[in-house]
């Protein structure tokens, strides 16, 4: 679980309750069915017209993905590097091809992509030129993923204030005669755009920056290993190739150190963000 996504969450929707309470506010005047409805449903349906079918249905899982946070893989990446350059020192590069093929061993796919061209004989520069490919495409994926959360955000307070000249219609509606209906309209105008806001700026535009932010993490990593077999590629010594790389441990995570789990030899799958 990313801790600092769930108490981010927490502290910013339990700050606006509690210091509605401590002026005498009642938690359950803020919450109104049809002001949610106009708010949640509209920003909902504006997106359907905005993005593709593909797209809003990785939406949920997506919003799921900023309260878990992605296992960093990086020191045990770089040692299994390591010991592919060794490997390659030792029995040349074919002996990569049956290294990363051997039974029980998880392999980040995007390392095996790299190491199979290299066995393959194929020049460093085109390595990096298809790899770099791999990670450009990746990206623009998550971009256009991403990107519903700005559009969430944008079409929230915008339904909000939809929702803010329903509730006034309402009023003029019901005139001084119905005290009740006055209320009720005026509860409208005003929650649709604390709704709206809210929304946008305590969950939305955050998750996007940190979604941006992992993103930024996987190109890292990914760089690393692009970096790494084209060394191999090269025949760089493996305890150069250690030092060479040795830059990229600050991106390990301290969980995953502290956790010493068993033996990982690459990532199987490795995502970021």
């Known amino acids: 679980m990313d801790i600092s996504s769930i108490l981010g969450f927490i502290v910013g929707f339990g700050s606006i309750g509690l210091g509605y309470m401590m002026d005498g506010g009642n938690l359950i005047a803020l919450w109104m069915l049809s002001a949610f409805v106009i ?29 878990f946070k992605p296992k960093s893989a990086i020191p045990a990446t770089i040692e299994y590097l390591v010991l592919l350059a060794t490997k390659a020192r030792q029995g040349g590069l074919l002996s990569l091809e049956k290294e990363i093929d051997a039974s029980g061993v998880a392999v980040d796919p995007f390392i095996k992509r790299g190491v199979l061209m290299v066995v393959d004989g194929t020049d460093p520069e085109k390595i990096s030129d298809v790899l ?7 990206e623009t994926d998550r971009t256009t993923a991403i990107s519903m959360f700005d559009s969430f955000a944008a079409f929230a307070p915008a339904f909000g204030m939809v ?31 604390l709704y709206g806001v809210l929304l946008a700026n305590s969950f939305f535009i955050p998750a996007a920056t940190k979604l941006r932010a992992r993103m930024t993490m996987y190109r890292l990593e990914k760089e690393m290993i692009i970096e790494a077999v084209c060394a ?10 250690k030092e060479q790389l040795s830059s ?7 969980k995953q150190q502290q956790q010493q789990e068993k033996p990982l030899r690459g990532v199987k799958g490795s995502k970021a963000a």
Do not use: H, W
């Open 163 to 193: 929702g803010t000249i329903v509730g006034l219609i309402m009023t003029l509606q019901a005139g001084m005669e119905s005290p009740d209906m006055v209320t009720k309209a005026i509860g409208v105008a005003f929650i649709t755009t």
């Open 232 to 241: 191999i590629r090269n025949g760089i010594n493996p305890r150069m190739l």
């Open 132 to 138: 770099n490919n791999d990670i450009y495409i990746y």
């Open 248 to 254: 990229y441990y600050i991106l390990g995570s301290k």
């Open 39 to 67: 708010t949640v449903g509209g920003s909902i349906g504006a997106l359907f017209v905005s993005c593709n079918p593909r797209d809003l249905i990785r939406l949920p899982g997506m919003m799921l993905e900023v309260f």
